[in-house]
C-alpha cells in the first residue's frame, strides 16, 4: 500500500477539484460516484473510479470488497442532505466507518460543516459548546459523533460556505431573489483553499481533531453580496427589511447574527496561508 493513498467517498464540486489536485501531484486516488453515467466523466480525471452507494440498509458484502475501502486515507464528502428533509447522514457516517474499520484505512477525514454552529454569536472556535436545538444541528453532530467511533485517527474539517469558480455569490442573486437576514456575518472559504487545506491534512502525521475551515473575510451579508451585485454587474439585491421593526431592531438583530467562525487552529497547524483570505478582493477580480 502506498503511504499515501485516497479513498474519496462524494465526488462532487470541491471533490471534483481535490482529485484534480491530488492527481497532478501523482497520489494514488479512488473516488466514488452513485451514478453509472458519472465514471467516465470522472475517470477523466485520472483517478480509479468505482460505483458506490449506501443506503439506508447496512453495508454489503459487495462493499466490502471495494478498493475504495483499501487506502490509507479515507475522505469522506457527502452532503447532509438536510435542505431536502433527509435525516439519515448519521446513519451513512456509520457504515462508512464499518467498512473503513474493515480494510487497512488509517486515517478517516470527514469534511463537515459550520452549519453546526447553528444558534450561537461571537467568535466560534472548535472548542465552542454546540446549540442542539435545532435538528440540523443536532443531525450534524450525531454524523460527526459517528466518523469519531473509528478505531484509527479521525479528522472533522469544519468548512464554512463554500465559493469559487462556478460558485460566483453574484449568481444567486439572479432572479430578483430577496436575501433574508443582511446583518449576518458572512462565513465562507474559496475552493482552492478547502483544497489546500485537505491537502495539508493528508501530509499531517495521522492524529485525531477538529478543524474549522475559514476565511478571514467577516463583512456583513449585505457588504457582501452588494459588493458580489456589482463585480459582476447586476443591481444590488434586494433584502427583508420588514424583519427589522426599526434602527434599535436592527442592532438588537445584528447582534444577534454576529458569528465569527475562527479558523486560527488549523492555520497553526498546517502553516497554511489562505490564498483568498479576503474574498472581496476575490470578489472584484472575478
Not at 467498512?99 to 444558534?119: C, F, H, R
Not at 460527526?144 to 467511533?149: G, Y
Not at 465562507?188 to 477538529?210: E, F, M, R, W
Amino acid at each position: 500500500m502506498l503511504k499515501h493513498s485516497i479513498g474519496l467517498i462524494g465526488c462532487g464540486w470541491l471533490g471534483e477539484a481535490l482529485t484534480k489536485e491530488l492527481v497532478s501531484q501523482k497520489y494514488s486516488v479512488i473516488v466514488s460516484t452513485q451514478h453509472q453515467e458519472k465514471i467516465e466523466a470522472l475517470s477523466q480525471l485520472g483517478a480509479q473510479v468505482e460505483r458506490f452507494s449506501l443506503s439506508d440498509q447496512q453495508p454489503s458484502q459487495d462493499h466490502f470488497q471495494l478498493s475504495l475501502f483499501k487506502q490509507s486515507c479515507l475522505i469522506v464528502a457527502i452532503p447532509p442532505g438536510i435542505r431536502q428533509g433527509k435525516t439519515d447522514y448519521p446513519d451513512k457516517i456509520k457504515h462508512l466507518v464499518q467498512l473503513a474499520e474493515s480494510a487497512d484505512v488509517k486515517q478517516l477525514i470527514m469534511i463537515s460543516s459550520t452549519a453546526i454552529y447553528n444558534g450561537l454569536t461571537g467568535n466560534i472556535d472548535e472548542n465552542v459548546s454546540i446549540d442542539l436545538s435545532a435538528k440540523k444541528t443536532s443531525v450534524i453532530h450525531l454524523a460527526e459523533k459517528q466518523a469519531f467511533a473509528f478505531s484509527g485517527h479521525t479528522i472533522i474539517l469544519r468548512l464554512s460556505g463554500l465559493v469559487g469558480p462556478n460558485r460566483h455569490p453574484g449568481k444567486f442573486l439572479r432572479g430578483n431573489r430577496l436575501l433574508s437576514d443582511p446583518e449576518a456575518t458572512t462565513n465562507l472559504i474559496h475552493q482552492k483553499d478547502a483544497v489546500g487545506l485537505l491537502l495539508g491534512l493528508i501530509n499531517t502525521s495521522n492524529h485525531t481533531a477538529i478543524y474549522n475551515g475559514s476565511s478571514n473575510t467577516h463583512v456583513s451579508k449585505r457588504e457582501y453580496y452588494e459588493q458580489a451585485a456589482i463585480s459582476i454587474d447586476l443591481p444590488k439585491p434586494q433584502f427583508n427589511e420588514d424583519q427589522y421593526q426599526n434602527v434599535e431592531n436592527r442592532k438588537e438583530k445584528s447582534v444577534g447574527l454576529n458569528k465569527i467562525i475562527g479558523s486560527n487552529k488549523i492555520r497553526a497547524a498546517l502553516n497554511y496561508t489562505f490564498h483568498y483570505d479576503d474574498l472581496l478582493t476575490w470578489l472584484d477580480k472575478n
